[in-house]
Nanobody
Framework: QVQLTESGGGLVQPGGSLRLSCEAS????????IGWFRRGPGTEHDLVGF???????AYADSVKGRFAISRDNAKNTVYLEMNKLKPEDTAVYYC???????????????????WGQGTQVTVSS
């Protein structure tokens, strides 16, 4: 069983930066793929990106080059660094976890077993 807690959300101006954290409880954190998803007004959970247990990463086209995911297994934490933020990045951001996830399944919310409560990110002037 894994419990996930997101933090770091808030209000930021367009063009600004924000770093979200996803802290996990439970053993064997280094065996989990951690995905970041977001849900904007009237939308479903859209994938932002993920970091696999081997630290390989992948991103949605909409954030590629602006967002970066990293992990610190010693702290059981994954980070989402968001730069050049746009108003359309406004959403509730969630992290999710799957043990030994296969690559193809990591692109979809159905590929994850555990979810955090989410943290709000608002990009506005």
């Amino acid at each position: 069983q894994v419990q996930l807690t997101e933090s770091g959300g808030g209000l930021v101006q367009p063009g600004g930066s924000l770093r979200l954290s996803c802290e996990a409880s439970g053993p064997n954190f280094n065996t989990y793929t951690i995905g970041w998803f977001r849900r904007g007004p009237g939308t479903e959970h859209d994938l932002v990106g993920f970091i696999r247990y081997n630290s390989n990463t992948a991103y949605a086209d909409s954030v590629k080059g602006r967002f970066a995911i990293s992990r610190d297994n010693a702290k059981n934490t994954v980070y989402l660094e968001m730069n050049k933020l746009k108003p359309e990045d406004t959403a509730v951001y969630y992290c999710a976890a799957k043990k030994w996830a296969i690559l193809s399944a990591s692109w979809s919310q159905s590929g994850y077993d555990y979810w955090g409560q989410g943290t709000q990110v608002t990009v506005s002037s």
